[in-house]
Nanobody
Framework: QVQLVESGGGSVQAGGSLRLSCTAS????????MGWFRQAPGKEREEVAL???????SYTDSVKGRFTISQDNAKKTLYLQMNSLKPEDTAMYYC??????????????WGQGTQVTVSL
């Protein structure tokens, strides 16, 4: 199993930036997907960004051009650089990992989450 720990959340004004980090420990496969998800109270969990072991990334439309997912394989750390933040980005952000199958939609490992709050 892989353990994931997120950090970097906080409160920021609209238009500001944050960088989230997710550090993995335990076994990690050579072929994998990792991603960032978010969930606001009363709303469904939303896939924000995905990246595979080859560095191929995808984003949900609402964050394209503003967020960048990246990874440091040596440090076993996943990042989400969030720029031009909007109030609607406010949510609990979760890091996840899973096999590189089914369009990276079998995420079985999840972090505890880190809160992002964007104010006016």
């Amino acid at each position: 199993q892989v353990q994931l720990v997120e950090s970097g959340g906080g409160s920021v004004q609209a238009g500001g930036s944050l960088r989230l980090s997710c550090t993995a420990s335990g076994y990690t496969a050579s072929s994998y997907c990792m991603g960032w998800f978010r969930q606001a109270p009363g709303k469904e969990r939303e896939e924000v960004a995905l990246i595979d072991n080859d560095g191929r990334a995808s984003y949900t439309d609402s964050v394209k051009g503003r967020f960048t997912i990246s990874q440091d394989n040596a440090k076993k750390t996943l990042y989400l650089q969030m720029n031009s933040l909007k109030p609607e980005d406010t949510a609990m952000y979760y890091c996840a990992a899973g096999p590189r199958v089914r369009f990276c939609r079998l995420m079985g490992n999840w972090g505890q989450g880190t809160q992002v709050t964007v104010s006016l």
